[in-house]
Structures are given as structure tokens and as C-alpha cells.
């Protein structure tokens, strides 16, 4: 009798979403480590302009709550309100783009144009139009699905979209996030079905605009060059990556301790936002790389699996946000290891989640959030398919018997 109860309360509620658990439990793991990541590499810095040695552990605990306040509302949001609002979203952080240029809002730091003052604090639009532009690109590829998969002119306008975004960001200058921009975009389009013939058709003509804006200036030659022998010229062009790697090398296998680092003691520039990797390197050794790179996996291999199993149950939405996100977020890890590691030259980007920033970890939380969201409706999606398979041919749905009575 309790069984058969059970099993009617189970039919009454219907098919019930959760959120993806290794997905979730990676998140969290990258966010403790970088708070302690940030509290160890930042306390010598802040103690020495004279700020409290807690002072940037204080401010990334703040945007870190107010990032996960973001994902909370992520999370309880229907994708469907992200979808009908993707195109005036994508005109939002166009303006917030154009923004950076204006005298009245905009801030020149270290050369460039990228924050908007909001008198309290700064902001950095290109961290909301990531997420923005992942929005917009699902919301097309799903109405135009036919057109990308085998018209070049329905790869155009994607293309076209974030070509324009990333002539905005040449601009500032920010050639780490044109190139993430370029990449996602690429990624996403070509997942959605676009044959790769006329994806590179496309970007043909884009190849000479990066080369010449990688170029364009001796800092960014120096910049790109540098990092094949950063010895030749270790206290100048080579310095924020010897420093580096010296920190990579003295952590060995297992590492001289945590909080024992030497290189984030005004050494290494940067220690707590773009080269914190090094210090964990130094501090935990190649197996705490190990253990980051493998949260990494995780987080980026559960999202691209959800995507897929979005498009597979026809909620193309939910799975290409799942996509676009997951794809934003590797690239970017990627490209700040390779940073750390020598392996690619500096682009100024943060590692998602460890990372101490104000923008980037606000709107990183908030992009784990929303694929998370992507992932509780995924996951409905797939319990409803199961319990319309389990369900008698002839059977009523609970919804339509409670229609009938009330008629």
C-alpha cells in the first residue's frame, strides 16, 4: 500500500531536473582552492602597500559571495528567459563595450581601456558579454539550425557578431579575450553542425586583422617572442615568466609548503590574479597542478557531456549554453596554465575561480551558474523522456486527469 502511494505522489510531481553533482562539486573545489590560494599568495603584497595583510583575501571573499549570489539566481532562472532576452542582452554589452572609451566612464590602466567606473568600484564589461555572447550564439544556432549546417551565409552573421565584439576588444586592447571570443565562437558554431570548410572560409580574413594587431606594437611583439627564451632577457621582457618558472621549479613534486613560497614575496608580478598557478606550483608542487588541471577536466568534460545530451533531447538551448560556457571556461584555464607554464605567451587572463578579481569571479560564478541551470533542465528533460517510456500506451498523465475532473 505505502509502495502504490509512493508511486502516485512520484507521477503527481512529474519529472523532476537536479543539478549535474561532479559538475557542481569541481565548482566548488577550484572556488575553496583559489581562497586559499589567494589568502597565501596575496598576504606579502598587501602588507607591503601598507592595505592589511588580509586585504585582497577580504575583497575576492566579497565578489566571491556576490558571485555565488548570482549563480544561486542563475540557477532558480528558466533558460527561456535568457533565450527571449539573448539579442537585447548582446546590444547591453555592445554599449558596456562602447562604454570603455567614453571619457566619463571609462579607465585607462596600465595603457589600456577596459574598466568602467561605477564610482564604488570598477567593472570589466568583456567578463558579462562572455556569458552575453554564449547567450546570443545559442539563441541563433537554435533558429537557425538548417541555415548553419549548410549555408555559409547562416555561419555569417555568429561569425559576423562576435567579429565586431572582437574588434571592440582590439581596441582597448585585449588580445587575450579577442582570441578566447574567437575560439568560443568557432567552438560552438562548428558543434552545432557547421561543416569546417566554411568556418575557415570565414576566418581567413580574421588571420591577417590578429596578426597585425599582435604586432602592431613592440610591447606585444616582445610579449609573443619572449616567452620562446625568456632568459635571453630575465630582468626585462623575460621577467613576470622566468619568475615564473623558477616558482615551477622550485615546487617539484610535491612542493616547499603552503604559504612557504619565496617568488610571491615581490618577486613575481601579479601573484595572486594572473600568475597564481606559479605560486601553487611552488607552494603544492606538480601534484597540486595535477589536482587543479583534473578539477578542470571535470568541470569543462561534465559540461561538454550535458551539452551534448541536450541536443540529443532536443533542448538545443540548454545544450549549447552548456557548450558555449564550458568551452569559455577550458580555453581560458588553458590558456592561463599554458601562461604560467611557459608554454604560451602572457595574455593577461585569470584562472577561473582561483583567481583573485572582481569582474572575472563575478561573472565566472555567475556562468557556473547558468550551467547549472543548463544541466537541471537537461536532466528534466531526460526523467520526462523516461517516465513517458515507463508509462502505459494507454495511461492518463496526472495534468490531463485533473483537467477532466475539474471539467
Avoid at 18 to 37: E, K, Q
Avoid at 40 to 63: E, P
Amino acid at each position: 500500500m505505502f509502495g502504490f502511494g509512493n508511486k502516485q505522489a512520484k507521477r503527481r510531481q512529474g519529472p523532476r531536473g537536479s543539478f549535474d553533482l561532479p559538475l557542481l562539486v569541481a565548482a566548488l573545489a577550484l572556488a575553496a582552492l583559489g581562497v586559499v590560494m589567494v589568502t597565501s599568495s596575496s598576504i606579502a603584497v598587501a602588507d607591503g602597500s601598507h592595505q592589511g595583510a588580509f586585504y585582497y583575501l577580504k575583497r575576492h571573499l566579497v565578489f566571491l559571495f556576490l558571485g555565488g549570489c548570482l549563480a544561486a539566481a542563475a540557477m532558480r532562472t528558466e533558460l527561456k528567459t535568457l533565450e527571449k532576452h539573448s539579442f537585447l542582452l548582446l546590444l547591453v554589452g555592445i554599449i558596456m563595450l562602447l562604454m570603455v572609451f567614453l571619457p566619463v566612464f571609462g579607465m585607462r590602466i596600465n595603457g589600456a581601456r577596459r574598466w568602467v567606473n561605477l564610482l564604488v568600484t570598477s567593472f570589466q564589461p568583456v567578463e558579462a558579454v562572455k556569458l552575453i555572447l554564449v547567450a546570443y550564439l545559442s539563441s541563433y544556432l537554435v533558429r537557425h539550425r538548417e541555415g548553419v549546417e549548410y549555408e555559409l551565409f547562416g555561419v555569417v552573421k555568429p561569425v559576423g557578431v562576435a567579429g565586431f565584439i572582437v574588434l571592440l576588444l582590439l581596441a582597448q586592447p585585449d588580445f587575450g579575450s579577442a582570441a578566447l571570443v574567437v575560439a568560443t565562437t568557432v567552438g560552438m558554431v562548428w558543434l552545432a553542425g557547421a561543416r569546417m570548410r566554411n568556418l575557415l572560409v570565414l576566418a581567413t580574413p580574421l588571420v591577417p586583422a590578429l596578426i597585425y594587431a599582435a604586432t602592431a606594437e613592440d610591447y606585444r611583439i616582445k610579449r609573443l617572442t619572449s616567452f620562446l627564451d625568456p632568459w635571453k632577457d630575465p630582468f626585462n621582457d623575460g621577467f613576470q615568466l622566468t619568475q615564473a618558472l623558477i616558482a615551477v621549479g622550485r615546487g617539484e613534486w610535491t612542493g616547499v609548503g603552503l604559504g612557504s613560497s619565496v617568488q610571491k614575496l615581490f618577486y613575481l608580478p601579479e601573484a595572486h590574479t594572473d600568475f597564481i598557478l606559479a605560486v601553487l606550483a611552488e607552494e603544492l608542487g606538480l601534484a597540486g597542478i595535477m589536482v587543479v588541471i583534473l578539477l578542470y577536466v571535470v568541470l569543462v568534460g561534465r559540461g561538454l557531456y550535458m551539452g551534448l545530451k541536450g541536443v540529443e533531447l532536443g533542448h538545443r538551448f540548454s545544450g549549447y549554453v552548456a557548450y558555449g560556457i564550458s568551452l569559455m571556461i577550458g580555453f581560458q584555464a588553458m590558456v592561463s596554465i599554458g601562461v604560467n607554464l611557459g608554454v604560451l605567451p602572457t595574455k593577461g587572463l585569470t584562472l577561473p575561480l582561483i583567481s583573485s578579481g572582481g569582474s572575472s569571479v563575478l561573472m565566472t560564478c555567475a556562468m557556473v551558474g547558468v550551467l547549472l541551470r543548463a544541466t537541471f533542465e537537461i536532466n528534466r528533460a531526460e526523467d520526462a523522456r523516461q517516465t513517458a517510456v515507463r508509462l502505459p500506451a494507454n495511461a492518463v498523465p496526472d495534468s490531463a486527469a485533473a483537467a477532466g475532473g475539474m471539467a
